[in-house]
């Protein structure tokens, strides 16, 4: 059984091409994917997200929009997001993958509550960039706080 999946892997890793994804589309992926846990992404989210990645890189309306687009196919083909939040951990200092987290809760907040899901994701990826439950709990209490 083990040697029969194990050669379904390895023929599925070679049917499919490696995609280079860049830290705009792996953090967009993340955003969107949060944005999404609740199965209903709201149009608040939405902006939200948006507002977010024109903010931080500097992106026009379309080129965020575009961005956006491919972040909904991404996520789509995505096998796991420990592809993306490599990426993040590879270009991230501790207090940039914080701050990320941060961006997270902001997304989920966006439509007025935070769903189960929402949370939950948000700690999967805090753990997948190593960071620790007080950084979770203390950038989620920044964002639900006024």
């Known amino acids: 059984m083990f040697d029969t999946l194990k050669q379904l892997f390895s023929q599925l890793q070679q049917s499919q091409p490696e995609q280079s994804i860049d830290l705009e589309l792996a953090m967009a992926i993340l955003l969107f994917e949060v944005a999404n846990a609740d199965d209903n992404i709201d149009i608040n989210?939405?902006?939200?997200?948006a507002k977010m990645l024109k903010k931080s890189f500097s992106l026009?309306?379309?080129?965020?929009?575009?961005l956006l687009l491919?972040?909904?196919?991404?996520?789509d083909d995505a096998i796991s997001m420990q592809q993306f939040t490599s990426?993040?951990?590879?270009?991230?200092?501790r207090p940039q993958r914080i701050s990320f987290i941060r961006t997270l809760w902001q997304v989920a907040y966006a439509?007025?509550?935070?769903?189960v899901h929402e949370e939950h994701l948000i700690r999967k990826i805090s753990e997948l960039l190593?960071?620790?439950?007080?950084?979770y709990i203390k950038t989620k209490l920044s964002v639900l706080e006024p």
């Open 111 to 115: 439509d007025g509550k935070v769903d």
């Open 45 to 49: 989210e939405e902006n939200s997200i």
């Open 70 to 75: 491919k972040a909904k196919k991404g996520r």
């Open 130 to 135: 190593y960071l620790n439950h007080s950084d």
């Open 87 to 93: 990426i993040l951990l590879d270009a991230f200092d």
């Open 60 to 66: 026009t309306q379309y080129q965020a929009d575009e």
